[in-house]
């Protein structure tokens, strides 16, 4: 790139190498601005003779044509490109969804001196319509083999970033208690509610049991012949582990282990097993209070039909001090 002051009438078509402002202190127009008939006359109009403009080299990209490039090439499912000022691109969600995020691939490429990628974090809930992530490239102008670089990475390993749609889910919720099942109703049902209403859903199957191993094992068998998107356990009691009453029941009806413990406050007693493609997750104490914990961060990919494997659980202790 290369800035030369040139005269206001030959200045269409020229991008503006530095803002302008009125004499005021009011922003005329911006860095990176395309000049056009109409900004000529309007400068002229202000009494500006010459003004400062960036021409492209060869072997260059404008800014925005960059971002859009990368922005189309590093995103799948309910997302949409939308072109910003200033060198910038959005992806906005179309639909409510969950955000899963390459974070390796994301370090790598905003390593690069030409273009930089903000995100909102992994597993995040996003509603219609709101920005998941933002693309800025250097002003400007970002060199081709810079972005042939970018895109090629982009090419090899697939999306750094998918908006996973969160289509009509299902809930089923088990309450427990060593006495009376319905005690953990009353309990847990208002903070339960509250917790899905924060992703746009509400319980569908409702059960509650003593905390005995055949009256787990039935209620368990009753949600999943309904294949719900999710089975939550919400407990009076904390579980000692996969051996507890709670472990045994997923076990017997055939649920596999997936995670026990988890680094996160609150909610470090967490189980996550699945039933085939069902997952089960029991988090006591969780229903306690509406604050965040492990449930809330969990919820959205399950919700979304993403099966959470115990080393991404591992994963969030990384800002797992929610408390």
Known sequence: MRAQAVDVREATGRIL??????????????????????????????????IWVTELEEGEVPEDEAVLAVASHMACGAAEVKLAPGGRANLLATEDCCVLLDEDLLRQINCTFSVV??????????????????IKSAPFAVAQQELEAILSVLRERGPLL?????????????????????????????????KLERFGVTPGFTLCAVEE???????????LRVRPTVILIASTTAPAGPSDAIGRAVAQVGGQLEKFLAPVEPGNLLLLAYCDD??????????????????????????????????????????????
């Open 213 to 223: 191993d055949a009256a787990l094992v039935r209620a368990l068998q009753h949600l």
């Open 117 to 134: 990628i903000a995100t909102v974090t992994n597993f995040g809930f996003a509603r219609a319509g709101q920005r998941i992530a933002t």
């Open 278 to 323: 069902i997952p089960v997750v029991s988090a006591p104490g969780c229903y306690r209070s509406a604050k965040p914990n492990v449930v809330d961060l969990l919820l959205p990919p399950l919700l979304a039909r993403y099966r959470v494997s115990g080393w991404e659980v591992a994963c969030l202790g990384h800002g797992g001090l929610l408390a």
């Open 162 to 194: 998918q908006a996973r749609p969160i289509r009509t889910p299902v809930i089923g919720v088990l309450y427990s208690d060593p006495l009376h099942g319905d005690r953990a109703r009353q309990l847990f049902e208002s903070i339960v509610r509250q």
């Open 17 to 50: 190498a530095c803002t302008i402002f009125r004499a005021s202190g009011k922003k005329l127009l911006a860095k990176g601005h395309v000049i056009s008939e109409e900004d000529v006359q309007l400068l002229a109009t202000e009494g500006l003779d010459k």
